[in-house]
């Protein structure tokens, strides 16, 4: 564990942190306590080494410090792992799938003999990849920036990286700085303002504390269903659906202002629209329908899954965005296209904590899940998958927040439905220079 800095080090951890341009791209190695943003630092002594680890096990590790906070002193950071084993091998199969990247390769090449000795790396075309600058210090050791979480601390716990050799005499000069490119930066960076811009949503702790929409029902909002009802046809598809079962499920609401009933109900009731949410019992869709027949595939692109950390895209479909500034899911959630449901607006509960914000996709994103609805229950999507595969991947679009689907009319062209803004929307792509 590194020491803490003596009167010098602090100054010049001064001078690296929180000194200019420069002081954001600093790699300086943490040593002390850590905390989310939002929370304030913790303090280290009495936080017994086993806590500390379970709370932040990134002790001891490398930093990328980006941002500054000078009149607290409390510098914004994230870590840097060397990925190994397991870890490693499991990483390299699943980088290339993900929506949003969680780990981004730091590339150390030097010269084009570095870059030719490099070509055959298969990290390099599955992980996105931030460059040194060329003045930079080289560790030669494969490093990754982890981007799931910002964390913070106070200038006094970090020390400078590399740690200087137990020979080094205190008159010595410094080791050469270790830091990224400007354009690497600025791209993590606005993969941070991204994640920062949804947030995790906030669940009730348990169904005695479920509660109502604050509000009627919105287009877009995504609800809970009720954990019991009369309503045939889920209570059908939570008989007979293995992969749904939707009652306390996630809703998406397509559509407002519909009635339900007749006769038998004594009379119609107000009701909502929309598509069944499920998340496969927590595992990816794959795992369940792997199979890579014809049939399989017409019933996985059934399935399109809402963008978020850990959410893998699968058969070049593209993900399902959220609105700007909306909360995410913490964990993967498959919007299930085929079919509509019509649910009494009385028995929608809300899907988050009281008060909370509620999940929700852009109505561009709507009309363009209504599309996809509507072109395969006509057969055309399984008709045109195809045609529609080579356009998103044409268009580069592969694995993005944006969701590319037929018109209504029929007549299919490539579109970029989405609710997010292009300016604060990152080059969300494995495989890609920063």
Request: with cysteine; aromatic share 10%.
């Amino acid at each position: 564990m590194p020491r803490m800095l003596s009167r010098g080090a602090e100054k010049a951890c001064d001078r690296k942190a929180l000194g200019g341009c420069a002081a954001l791209v600093e790699w300086s190695n943490y040593g002390g306590p850590s905390t989310s943003p939002r929370d304030p630092p913790l303090p280290r002594m009495g936080c017994p080494k086993a806590s500390r680890n379970q709370v932040f096990p990134y002790f001891g590790h490398p930093v990328l410090v980006f941002r500054t906070d000078e009149a607290a002193g409390v510098l914004h950071f994230l870590p840097i792992v060397s990925l190994r084993g397991d870890t490693l091998q499991m990483q390299r199969q699943i980088a290339p799938k993900l929506i949003w990247p969680c780990f981004i390769l730091i590339d150390e090449c030097w010269d084009e003999e570095d870059r030719e000795a490099v070509q055959g790396d298969n990290d390099y075309a599955a992980f996105p990849i931030a460059h040194l600058d060329r003045l930079s210090f080289r560790t030669k050791v494969k490093h990754w920036v982890v981007l799931d979480k910002v964390w913070r601390v106070e200038k006094r716990y970090l020390t400078v990286y590399p740690l200087p050799s137990p020979s080094q005499q205190a008159w010595s000069l410094p080791n050469p700085r270790c830091f990224l490119r400007r354009e690497s930066l600025d791209a993590i960076r606005s993969y941070i303002l991204y994640y920062e811009s949804h947030r995790p949503c906030i669940e009730p702790i348990s169904p005695q504390s479920f509660t109502f929409p604050r509000i009627r029902p919105q287009v877009g909002n995504i609800y809970r269903l009720p954990l019991a009802t009369n309503n045939i046809y889920l209570n059908q598809a939570q008989s007979y659906s293995f992969y749904e079962r939707p009652l306390g499920k996630p809703f998406l609401v397509t559509a407002v202002n519909v009635r339900i009933g007749g006769k038998a109900t004594d009379g119609s009731v107000r009701a909502v629209k929309g598509f069944m949410i499920t998340n496969f019992h927590t595992q990816p869709i794959r795992m369940h329908l792997g199979i890579d027949d014809a049939r399989t595939r017409w019933i996985r692109y059934q399935y399109l899954p809402i963008e978020g950390p850990g959410v893998e895209r699968h058969d070049d479909l593209p993900a399902i965005p959220l609105a700007p500034g909306s909360p995410r899911f913490a964990h993967t959630w498959y919007v299930h296209v085929l079919k509509q449901y019509r649910v009494e607006e009385g028995e929608i509960l809300s899907w988050v904590a009281d008060g909370a914000e509620e999940v929700r996709v852009a109505p561009e994103t709507v009309r363009g899940l209504v599309a996809w609805h509507q072109a395969l229950k006509s057969g055309r999507a399984r008709e045109d998958y195809d045609e529609r595969r080579w356009i998103v991947q044409a268009s580069g679009m592969v694995g993005q927040p944006l969701l590319v689907g037929p018109p209504a009319d029929g007549s299919f062209q490539g579109t970029t439905e989405g609710g997010s803004d292009d300016s604060e929307s990152p080059p969300l792509t494995s495989g890609f220079d920063l």
